[in-house]
Structures are given as C-alpha cells and as structure tokens.
C-alpha cells in the first residue's frame, strides 16, 4: 500500500476499505499543501473540484461567517458538494499549515457508486453531519 493510501486509511470514513479499494481510491489522488489563512473552499461558491482528507494541521469551518468546527487529522470535506453537485456549503480555511489529500469530486462519485458497504457508511456520516441542523 502507499502512503498515500496509509494516510487515508487512517481516516475513519475510509478505514474499512481494503487495499484494492484504496489504490482505486488514490490513482488520482494528489496532495496540497496550503499555508495558514488560506481558504481551500469558499461557501456559495463552486469552488473547487475536490473531496479532502485532512492529514497533518487544522483547518477552521465557517458557515455565514461563523465558525462551525474545526478540522484535525482525519477529517474530511466536501462530501455535501459531491453529492449534491451545488454550490459549497462553508468556507474551509488552513488554521495552521495545512496538508490535505485531494480526490477529484468525478473519482470520489464513481467510487460511491462502485462501493456500496462505502456508499452507506458515507451516507450515515451526512445525516450525522445535517442531523443538528434539522434537530437545531
């Protein structure tokens, strides 16, 4: 297995997959490295083609301005835009040197699609994700 796809495994959303899954995952995988105050995702906008694991640093999500949370390593975003194909949800901003590893949102899809045992553990992650939304 690579390092790529020892970092990812190391992220809960990803640490069943077996390692066929992973280097299917990771063929087109790169990572990004970006220093602290830069913004990998902008809220209301397309931006970006991507589905990103944290791997080393912290990153701050705001939403209207406000931050929401914050990023560590394993960590992921952009799961809601690949999903719903719509404008990102929430800033993501580098809190500190920040390397993230980057899986085109077309990749990330067609895996989904290939991998059911994923497909519904991603699935339980978004209701986690908008369950205090709708409770709140």
Same mark, same amino acid.
């Given at each position: 297995?690579?390092?790529?796809?020892?970092?990812?495994? #190391?992220?809960?959303?990803?640490?069943?997959?077996?390692?066929?899954?992973? #280097?299917?995952? *990771?063929?087109?995988?790169?990572?990004? *490295?970006?220093?602290?105050? *830069?913004?990998l995702v902008?809220?209301?906008?397309?931006?970006?083609?991507?589905?990103?694991?944290?791997?080393?640093?912290e990153a701050?999500?705001?939403?209207?301005?406000?931050?929401?949370?914050?990023?560590?390593?394993?960590?992921?975003?952009?799961? $809601?835009?690949?999903?719903?194909?719509?404008?990102?949800?929430? *800033?993501?901003?580098?809190?500190?040197? !920040?390397?993230? $590893?980057?899986?085109?949102?077309?990749?990330?899809?067609?895996?989904?699609?290939?991998?059911?045992?994923?497909?519904?553990?991603? !699935?339980q992650h978004?209701?986690?994700?908008?369950?205090?939304?709708?409770?709140?």
């Open positions: 297995m690579s390092s790529v796809a020892d970092e990812l495994k #190391r992220a809960p959303l990803f640490s069943d997959l077996s390692g066929r899954q992973l #280097r299917k995952l *990771t063929a087109n995988c790169r990572e990004r *490295t970006m220093e602290a105050g *830069t913004s902008q809220e209301g906008a397309m931006s970006g083609v991507g589905f990103f694991v944290v791997v080393e640093g701050v999500v705001s939403v209207g301005g406000r931050e929401v949370m914050t990023l560590v390593p394993g960590d992921h975003f952009g799961e $809601l835009a690949a999903i719903s194909e719509r404008e990102r949800a929430a *800033t993501v901003t580098a809190r500190t040197r !920040l390397r993230c $590893l980057e899986i085109p949102l077309w990749d990330f899809r067609e895996f989904v699609k290939a991998n059911g045992d994923f497909a519904w553990k991603l !699935l978004v209701v986690d994700v908008l369950q205090p939304a709708v409770s709140g």
